[in-house]
């Protein structure tokens, strides 16, 4: 008996290493290693995003609507060769004090009306949205799903690997789980190192698309100024790294973001024709 549980364990081992896949997070350049099928997470971010919708009210603040859309575009075009399979699309939800956003895999992204408090410009819109579709490209959410399954024992795993189901186990609510958005508005962020990867892959986006990466050290500033005194920090501040690590780096990042946004403005400028 001791024998076939061993020989299952190995097939399951077997298994999980073939359906493994190593891949390359974009900016960074980090090896990463997934387990699950990009396919499945985008179908279940997706699932996830149409359970946002019916839980929260869908703003219908035209301004928020507009601003959204419109920078959403413009990140989603300079994200282009990061994250070719997304069907993009931006909702307003009207939570006003919850001071936060999220994307899911397949380009579904969320904004809560309680952000506008914060970002003032378009800019600072930009660095916040492109911080979580930075999460998106980087799949760190794969990340996170083929981390638990290795932590749950392989058993849910190996049953479903072997039963010829592979990530079919995946659910819109085990998504919804590892976005941190399944307790509600209440969302939890990443670990350190991946928050910082965002933090780093978005500022290069936002710049990529033209927006002023100097902004993205005032969201914090802002974000920080609007949290002191209140029992809770807003969720996107709720993580590690603390925000001096965080500016430090975006710092660090910004001679060559810099860069990058004088590029795309010259790209983006029309040339006068005499
Ligand atoms: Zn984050």
Redesign the pocket.
């Given at each position: 008996m001791r024998l076939v549980a061993r020989f299952f364990a190995l097939a399951g081992v077997l298994s999980l290493l073939l359906t493994a896949g190593c891949y390359q997070v974009p900016v960074t350049g980090r090896s990463a290693m997934s387990m699950v099928s990009d396919k499945e997470v985008a179908k279940q971010s997706m699932a996830a995003f149409e359970e946002m919708k019916k839980k929260y009210t869908v703003s219908r603040n035209k301004d928020f609507k507009e601003r959204v859309q419109r920078v959403g575009e413009r990140l989603a075009k300079a994200v282009f060769g990061d994250v070719p399979d997304a069907d993009w699309e931006f909702v307003v939800f009207e939570v006003p004090q919850q001071v936060n956003a999220f994307a899911m895999a397949g380009g579904k992204v969320g904004v809560f009306t309680g952000l506008f408090k914060i970002v003032k410009n378009d800019d600072q819109l930009a660095s916040v949205l492109a911080?979580?579709i930075a999460?998106v490209a980087a799949r760190h959410v794969n990340e996170r799903l083929s981390r638990q399954m290795a932590v749950k024992g392989g058993g849910l795993l190996v049953g479903g690997v072997m039963a010829g189901r592979g990530a079919g186990y995946l659910t819109s609510g085990a998504v919804l789980d590892a976005y941190g958005l399944s307790t509600g508005i209440t969302a939890v962020?990443?670990d350190r190192k991946?928050?910082k990867e965002?933090d780093h892959i978005g500022i290069m986006y936002m710049a990529r698309a033209g927006y002023n990466p100097e902004e993205s050290i005032r969201v914090i500033e802002s974000l920080e100024a609007a949290s002191t005194g209140q029992p809770l920090p807003p969720a996107?501040l709720s993580?590690h790294p603390s925000n001096p690590e965080r500016i430090l780096q975006l710092m660090d990042l910004m001679p060559k973001a810099l860069e990058a946004y004088r590029q795309s403005s010259r790209i983006q400028t029309p040339v006068l024709v005499k």
């Amino acid at each position: 008996m001791r024998l076939v549980a061993r020989f299952f364990a190995l097939a399951g081992v077997l298994s999980l290493l073939l359906t493994a896949g190593c891949y390359q997070v974009p900016v960074t350049g980090r090896s990463a290693m997934s387990m699950v099928s990009d396919k499945e997470v985008a179908k279940q971010s997706m699932a996830a995003f149409e359970e946002m919708k019916k839980k929260y009210t869908v703003s219908r603040n035209k301004d928020f609507k507009e601003r959204v859309q419109r920078v959403g575009e413009r990140l989603a075009k300079a994200v282009f060769g990061d994250v070719p399979d997304a069907d993009w699309e931006f909702v307003v939800f009207e939570v006003p004090q919850q001071v936060n956003a999220f994307a899911m895999a397949g380009g579904k992204v969320g904004v809560f009306t309680g952000l506008f408090k914060i970002v003032k410009n378009d800019d600072q819109l930009a660095s916040v949205l492109a911080h979580e579709i930075a999460h998106v490209a980087a799949r760190h959410v794969n990340e996170r799903l083929s981390r638990q399954m290795a932590v749950k024992g392989g058993g849910l795993l190996v049953g479903g690997v072997m039963a010829g189901r592979g990530a079919g186990y995946l659910t819109s609510g085990a998504v919804l789980d590892a976005y941190g958005l399944s307790t509600g508005i209440t969302a939890v962020g990443f670990d350190r190192k991946k928050e910082k990867e965002a933090d780093h892959i978005g500022i290069m986006y936002m710049a990529r698309a033209g927006y002023n990466p100097e902004e993205s050290i005032r969201v914090i500033e802002s974000l920080e100024a609007a949290s002191t005194g209140q029992p809770l920090p807003p969720a996107w501040l709720s993580t590690h790294p603390s925000n001096p690590e965080r500016i430090l780096q975006l710092m660090d990042l910004m001679p060559k973001a810099l860069e990058a946004y004088r590029q795309s403005s010259r790209i983006q400028t029309p040339v006068l024709v005499k």
